[in-house]
Structures are given as C-alpha cells and as structure tokens.
Antibody, heavy 128, light 108 residues
Framework: QVQLQQWGAGLLKPSETLSLTCAVN????????WSWIRQPPGKGLEWIGE???????NYNPSLKSRVIISVDTSKTQFSLKVNSVTAADTAVYYC??????????????????????WGQGTAVTVSS | SSELTQDPAVSVALGQTVKIKCQGD??????PTWYQQRPGQAPVLVIS???SRPSGIPDRFSGSSSGDTASLTITGAQVEDEADYYC???????????FGGGTKLTVL
C-alpha cells in the first residue's frame, strides 16, 4: 500500500523560500505524476503543479514563475520550492499521487486524472 | 476553459438524497473525480475512474456526467457525510489540473 510522507519548514518570513519534500513509500514510482496542492485557511484546494519520474513538470500558470518541482528517483522523493513567499502563500500544502487513464466512449477519447493517494499535509505560515 | 464551478453550499436532511454539481467545458473530455474533505483532514478520493468507488467508500456515493456537467450523488446521507466536496479535472489543454471551488455539505 502506497503511503506519502511529507515534511518541511512550517514557518517562513516574507521573501524566503518554501521547501517541502514528499517521500513515496511502496508502489511504483514510475507511471504516475506526483502532485502538489495547497489550501489557504478557509479556502478551497489549489493545484500547484506535478512532475513525473522522468522530471517532466507542469505548473499552475499563476504560480509558475516562483515554483520549482523536482524529483529524486533514487530516493523515490519529490520536492516543492516556492520562491519569494508572501502571506498569500500561507496554506496547508499536500502532496499526492496522480494517475491518468484514457478510454474511448461515444467515438471520443476521454481521460481521468485521479489523485488517489495523499500526504498528511504540512501547514506553512508566512509571517514577519 | 480552466474553470470548474460548484455551488458553495448544499444541505440535506438526514437519510435523504443530495446531488452536488460541477460544471466546466473541459468535463466534456476530462472526466471528473470527486474528493471528500472533513475539517482538519486531507482530501479523500470518493469517486474515481468511470464513476467507480475506491475501496472503503460506501455505495451511497455515486457519480455521473453529461456534457459539461458532473454530479456527485449521496443517497441516504449520513451525519458523517458532512464535509467539503471537491470536483477535480484538467483544463482544456490537459496539461494542468484544476479543482472546483468546493461544496460544503450540511446534513440536517
């Protein structure tokens, strides 16, 4: 059974760099995307980005200029860095495993992207 | 389009049926998945591929899609179903994930 264990600094000052790591325990590291999602206090889920085992990453356009997601396949870990944080980056950050399935239906190709395993979440506060 | 729209809040009487909707153009190609989030907890997948339920999810949860609208239905809502529910899909390019704004379900 796959488990995701995440960790990182929980208190940052404005302009510092947020750094979180997520370890994948069990299961296959390849064949999936590895995602980061955040949730500001009292608000909904926001997708930050994802990476596959080859290092191909996709990012939320609203965060792309400040975010780097990397992968270490030897350790089956992936990481998130957010530069120049502000109070608006205060949130609970989650890592998650994502898989994609495509199938034909009614003469069209459809896809599911499924986040089936989640980390426990890391609360990050940005405050001076 | 990269937006998924959900009603912010829905209520249901104990034991009754409730439908939570999610609307977005990309749902015509990228079918949704649904997540339940209780206060202080990580989201949990409740509706997966082709509206299947992961192991451990009660069969009172079901999903459906038609065109640009998807629905999560809870048949016989229980007190423990009170939570926030999020739909998730991709944007029209398929390169980025997107979540709906979430629906807060209250069981009366």
């Amino acid at each position: 059974q796959v488990q995701l264990q995440q960790w990182g600094a929980g208190l940052l000052k404005p302009s510092e760099t947020l750094s979180l790591t997520c370890a994948v325990n069990g299961g296959s590291f390849s064949g999936h995307y590895w995602s980061w999602i955040r949730q500001p206090p009292g608000k909904g889920l926001e997708w930050i980005g994802e990476i596959n085992h080859s290092g191909t990453a996709n990012y939320n356009p609203s965060l792309k200029s400040r975010v780097i997601i990397s992968v270490d396949t030897s350790k089956t870990q992936f990481s998130l860095k957010v530069n120049s944080v502000t109070a608006a980056d205060t949130a609970v950050y989650y890592c998650a495993r994502t898989f994609m399935i495509g199938f034909g239906e009614l003469l069209q190709i459809h896809y599911h992207y499924v986040m089936d395993v989640w980390g426990q979440g890391t609360a990050v506060t940005v405050s001076s | 389009s990269s937006e998924l729209t959900q009603d912010p809040a829905v209520s249901v009487a104990l034991g009754q049926t409730v439908k939570i909707k999610c609307q977005g153009d990309s749902l015509r190609t990228y079918y949704p998945t649904w997540y339940q989030q209780r206060p202080g907890q990580a989201p949990v997948l409740v509706i997966s591929v082709k509206n299947s339920r992961p192991s451990g999810i009660p069969d009172r949860f079901s999903g459906s899609s038609s065109g640009d609208t998807a629905s999560l239905t809870i048949t016989g809502a229980q007190v423990e179903d009170e939570a926030d529910y999020y739909c998730h899909s991709r944007d029209s390019s398929g390169d980025r994930s997107v979540f709906g704004g979430g629906t807060k379900l209250t069981v009366l």
